[in-house]
């Protein structure tokens, strides 16, 4: 498909009389400085080859960088720049990307035009986008006025042999993720080379040494040192050999890895042990951390604050973190250091540990877009874990499962599933292949061991909500779990009880917080504790109850919620209840979460409720995976095989594209703050991103139907000039949150 010997550009000499004659890339920066075009294509050549050596794509890569702006040589352009710099002119208004496409079609690269043409427009259809736009603009007399004026400064420009891709990027999948990789490397290595010139001071932020892994595992063995450690019960002792089978399993080769480990079992913890001894043990650069929620997103970003200490080694990414995609502006900022480094940072993932959320991870992995792919050459040759593995959507498993498994066997990765409910993946087609390998194999013990709760089964028929408030009562710290918020909501009315939390998707994320907060104070002082949540609170929420009470629901989503049970073993051995009910009209959400509700109820028919067993586990996701899931239900697969790139971002949603959200004011006394961030929201007085990441924990997020009936009724009020975004004007309850007549329209 492409084939090429890798030359390395000779540097001309640049006699300083002639550097006014030369052509720029880029405009005077704060100093007065101008940027070479020479320069910049060198160097961008030299990062992006050296971003893409992890998968074999250096040659692809390298010339896509040395040829993408070659059209900036035209006189024309060079005429419109020094305009703009003056002020005389808004816009250059030429393209520069069609010269570098023709050097490549003319030595028979036509996929590295496909990449210069991406390398501000985000990645296009070849045949549907490119072809039209080169068919369109080749025969313009500013490209070859542009090529003949860089060949007379650098003559070696076009003297280059055909490149040559790697062998993975042969079929059409491989050549989807090849192409998709190499484009990240060609733009990360424009914006930094671009941003160097540009931001001057601000950029020394990314260029400040990073701590080694081996410097890394010693800052966790001296945390480790310094901790009391509690040689006492069952549950430590589980911890402790969890954390000594991933020291030890470390060393094997790269590959894809399961970490199957009770709830409570130090996962956190034992995972970045495997994942640092593992990056030594192999010279890779990185550890990157995907897990479902937001909130255990800084939950667990925090755990590693406190272990490595330096705020320059986590990175937290997610969108309540900021999404990285603004430029840095230093001095606009009052420089601050550490601010400018997140920003930074979170543009292309160059921290030594990234904090991520399973939305941010794989919408960047099949984005088109630009400030999306830019991070994703970072993840060859990195660790990447995926915290509550059972948690990835099921009908988008076979392109997170095929681009999991190649980033393992070409890139260079090492791929952890962790969970305590580790699904079958091996059913699902894309991944059959893949000989995941277990880091503890003798985890099936530790599940025995660790058996903290007795399951109450009360499912045999549907009960009352006014039944179910009545066992509530009875208890002293109890944690109820329902499948909706409407659910949430009736069973608050029937508990009657001033001091219950609520927790649901009804809260705004500052709320939910909050409520947070207040239940950790409440356990931990050991006073009367009831909460009512939806499934919110299962994943990976370190809470610890006397007795859960827990809708019937999907498998894994029954054993989560017993990990919110006796946690720490307080209660001794089985000494928490988890009871299991069936709520009054057997509601569930649709889909693949009814769907698993109803296996699990099969599963437990045919070979018991010993849900504490990982072959019930085993079962049950072997069955859900076989008959109950269309994993490619978008046909993502189809368009990737294309090479359709906007398709496969417009279908690969994990977040319902058409939600809108509405800002609540919450607390009372924000109010005033809101009303200023929205304010310069609909003014434009500063950068909009900015205002958006102060306003995000005030928002709530609502199904389009719900937004535009919600409008009719005067309950919102749009934002002038934000599609999607609105001020809530109804009623912002202190317990129950938004209050709708039908809560489920809320997302």
């Not at 913890?269 to 951390?289: E, Q, W």
């Not at 999404?323 to 009052?334: C, F, M, S």
């Not at 984005?367 to 009908?395: F, Y």
Request: net charge negative; proline share 5%; aromatic share 6%.
């Amino acid at each position: 498909m492409l084939g090429y010997r890798f030359v390395t550009m000779s540097a001309q000499p640049r006699p300083s009389s002639e550097s006014d004659l030369l052509p720029y890339a880029h405009s005077a920066n704060h100093e007065g400085e101008r940027h070479l075009l020479t320069d910049h294509l060198r160097t961008v050549a030299e990062r992006a080859g050296g971003f893409a050596s992890r998968f074999g794509g250096e040659e692809i890569a390298f010339l896509a960088g040395l040829w993408h702006d070659v059209g900036k040589a035209d006189p024309a352009w060079q005429r419109r720049l020094i305009e703009c710099e003056r002020g005389e002119r808004r816009r250059i208004g030429l393209d520069h990307k069609c010269a570098g496409a023709l050097l490549a079609e003319r030595l028979g690269q036509v996929p590295i035009g496909l990449l210069i043409h991406a390398h501000h427009g985000g990645l296009k259809h070849p045949t549907a986008d490119f072809a039209p736009w080169f068919q369109e603009t080749r025969n313009l007399p500013g490209p070859q006025r542009a090529i003949e004026a860089l060949t007379s400064i650098m003559p070696d420009l076009a003297d280059i042999e055909a490149a040559q891709a790697p062998a993975h990027a042969s079929d059409p999948l491989g050549a989807e993720l090849f192409l998709r990789m190499s484009y990240s490397a060609l733009v990360d290595a424009d914006s930094l080379d671009t941003e160097d010139h540009s931001l001057g001071r601000a950029a020394t932020a990314r260029v400040a040494p990073q701590p080694s892994m081996l410097e890394l595992w010693d800052r966790y063995q001296a945390f480790l040192g310094q901790q009391s450690p509690d040689l006492r019960g069952a549950v430590n002792q589980v911890r402790r050999e969890v954390h000594e089978a991933c020291v030890s399993t470390a060393p094997e080769s790269p590959g894809v890895f399961r970490l199957t480990v009770p709830t409570g079992g130090g996962k956190t913890r034992s995972v970045m042990a495997f994942a640092l001894r593992h990056a030594i043990a192999h010279g890779l650069r990185r550890v990157i951390v995907a897990v479902p929620f937001t909130t255990i997103t800084q939950q667990t970003a925090d755990v590693y604050r406190n272990i490595f200490g330096d705020d320059r080694i986590v990175l937290e990414h997610h969108s309540a973190a900021g999404d990285g995609t603004g430029q840095a502006r230093g001095e606009e900022d009052g420089f601050d250091d550490h601010a400018v480094w997140q920003r930074l940072a979170a543009e292309n993932w160059d921290a030594p540990i990234v904090v991520t959320t399973t939305v941010q991870l794989f919408e960047s992995l099949f984005s088109n877009r630009r400030a999306k792919t830019r991070k994703l050459h970072n993840l060859a040759g990195s660790v990447i874990i995926l915290d509550e593995a059972q948690s990835l959507p099921a009908g988008l498993l076979s392109p997170i499962l095929d681009v999991l498994g190649r980033l393992a066997k070409d890139y260079g990765a090492s791929v952890v599933l962790c969970t305590a409910t580790q699904p079958a993946f091996e059913m699902i087609p894309e991944f059959k292949h893949v000989a995941a390998r277990e880091i503890v194999p003798s985890h099936a013990t530790h599940f025995d061991a660790m058996r903290r709760v007795t399951y109450d089964w009360r499912t045999d028929q549907p009960h009352q909500w006014r039944d179910v408030a009545s066992w509530i009562r009875r208890e002293r710290r109890a944690l109820v779990i329902v499948n909706t918020k409407r659910h949430a909501l009736e069973l608050l009315e029937a508990l009657d009880d001033p001091h219950a939390l609520h927790l649901s998707s009804l809260l705004c994320g500052a709320h939910r917080n909050e409520v947070l907060a207040e239940i950790r104070s409440r356990l931990d002082a050991g006073q009367r504790c009831t909460v009512v949540s939806t499934q919110v609170v299962e994943a990976g929420v370190d809470l610890d109850f006397d007795v859960v009470f827990r809708a019937e629901a999907p498998l894994d989503a029954m054993i989560q919620a017993a990990g919110r049970c006796n946690r720490e073993g307080r209660l001794g051995t089985a000494g928490g209840r988890v009871v299991v009910f069936r709520p009054p009209d057997d509601a569930a959400p649709p889909g693949i979460y009814r769907s698993g509700r109803d296996v699990a109820r099969l599963v437990r028919q045919l070979h018991g409720s010993d849900l504490d067993d990982p072959t019930t586990v085993r079962r049950y996701f072997e069955l859900l995976l076989a008959s109950a899931v269309d994993s490619d239900q978008r046909e993502v697969q189809v368009a990737r095989q294309a090479l359709d790139f906007p398709e496969v971002a417009q279908r690969f949603r994990m977040i319902d594209a058409d939600a809108c959200d509405v800002i609540v004011d919450y607390p009372a006394h924000q109010a005033t703050t809101i009303e200023r961030l929205t304010e310069q929201l609909s003014s434009r007085q500063r950068p909009a991103r900015e205002s958006l990441h102060e306003l995000q924990p005030y928002t709530v997020s609502l199904s389009r139907e719900a937004f535009a009936q919600f409008e009719r009724d005067g309950f919102v009020e749009r934002i002038p000039h934000w599609d999607g975004l609105a001020r809530w004007r109804g009623q912002y309850d202190q317990i129950r949150g938004i209050v709708a007549a039908d809560p489920e329209l809320i997302i």
